[in-house]
């Protein structure tokens, strides 16, 4: 019996398995709209729920799973293949993976046994671009923890689904950052077409400001020139397919935000920018024009490529002010784009 009891304990600390009794689910909390227990709810008195002391290392796969809700640096994931959920600890390992049931019952049980309450008070909500994750946004996470704040870094399966798939996603987390009061983004490249795809259902009113870095707001010219090959087609999905130019794509219809935004572009100054095969100044990837926003509070260029301009010194020193003070340089005007 001593046997049997160790081999049940062993198989639920390796895949973190979570028992039901035929029927039962744990009470209040729906994983699909991303609405977590509040603090101090009790499980239903019929779910036996195994809570592994550690989780198993991710092994790879981040652009299968997004995000759905986070809980103090926890995250609750969907595999967008199977259906199936998993929740992440902080270094990301997996507790549990599977149904439903599992999930709803194993984010409660967590919770309890960790004495996990809400998120409070100020968050910053990280957003990565097509095929990134949220660790190319390490050196601003550090920034924006030692500021107090509550750093959000969400991933999504950004090559994978569409911008409208990928803004379910952002609105889910959003509904479980329940004891937030005020939200920040900063969002590199594709990152702001999400958030932006995310607004045609309404603007949340604690959303305060956003930063964003090389977002192709009229498009992507790249894309133009690439998104009939087959290779990125197979790479960057259907979202690849939508950073299209042109008046007749979804860009062209995204809501522009109604609370204070910022832009930040790379480019080197000159007309041929990093890369001579698109029009214009760019940072290698996107042109400086497409980034430009109607109706942000003030615009920078900085000379950065593209996919370094999340750490750069000058863009987080900028990102930073921009979001506590609405303007990016304390010693310059403001320069607004109408």
């Avoid at 796969?61 to 640096?73: E, K, T």
């Avoid at 923890?145 to 750093?151: H, I, L, P, Q, S």
């Avoid at 990928?166 to 077409?193: K, N, P, R, Y």
Wanted: with cysteine.
């Amino acid at each position: 019996m001593d046997r049997r009891k160790s081999l049940q304990t062993a198989i639920a600390a390796l895949v973190g398995v979570v028992r039901m009794n035929s029927g039962s689910t744990a009470a209040g909390f729906d994983p699909l709209d991303g609405q977590l227990p509040p603090d101090g709810a009790t499980a239903d008195e019929s779910v036996d729920v195994v809570v592994p002391e550690t989780g198993i290392p991710t092994l790879g796969g981040i652009q299968f799973w997004g995000d759905v809700a986070f809980l103090r640096n926890w995250k609750i994931q969907k595999n967008i293949f199977t259906g199936d959920y998993r929740l992440l600890d902080p270094d990301n390992n997996r507790f549990g993976s599977g149904t439903r049931e599992h999930y709803e019952a194993l984010l409660h049980a967590v919770r309890k046994k960790r004495k996990l309450t809400s998120d409070k008070g100020r968050a910053v909500i990280l957003i990565h671009g097509i095929g990134r994750s949220s660790r190319s946004f390490s050196r601003m996470q550090r920034g924006f923890r030692a500021d107090g704040c509550v750093v959000v870094p969400f991933e999504y399966p950004s090559t994978r689904v569409s911008l409208e798939r990928s803004a379910e996603f952002l609105s889910s987390v959003l509904q479980s950052l329940e004891g937030v009061t005020s939200i920040d983004f900063v969002v590199h490249s594709m990152g702001g077409l999400v958030v932006r795809a995310c607004l045609q259902d309404g603007e949340e009113n604690r959303i305060h400001r956003m930063v964003m870095l090389g977002t192709p707001n009229r498009g992507a010219e790249i894309a133009d020139l690439l998104q009939r090959t087959a290779l990125f087609k197979l790479v960057y999905g259907p979202a690849g397919q939508e950073l299209v130019t042109g008046g007749d794509g979804i860009i062209s219809r995204l809501p522009v935000p109604r609370f204070e935004f910022g832009v930040i572009a790379g480019g080197n100054g000159t007309v041929r920018g990093y890369n001579p095969l698109l029009p214009g100044d760019n940072d290698g990837t996107v042109t400086v024009e497409s980034t430009r926003l109607s109706g942000a509070a003030d615009f920078l260029r900085v000379p950065r490529l593209h996919s370094l301009l999340m750490n750069d010194d000058q863009v987080v020193t900028a990102t930073r002010h921009f979001l506590e003070h609405g303007r990016f340089d304390p010693d310059r005007p403001r320069a607004s784009i109408p």
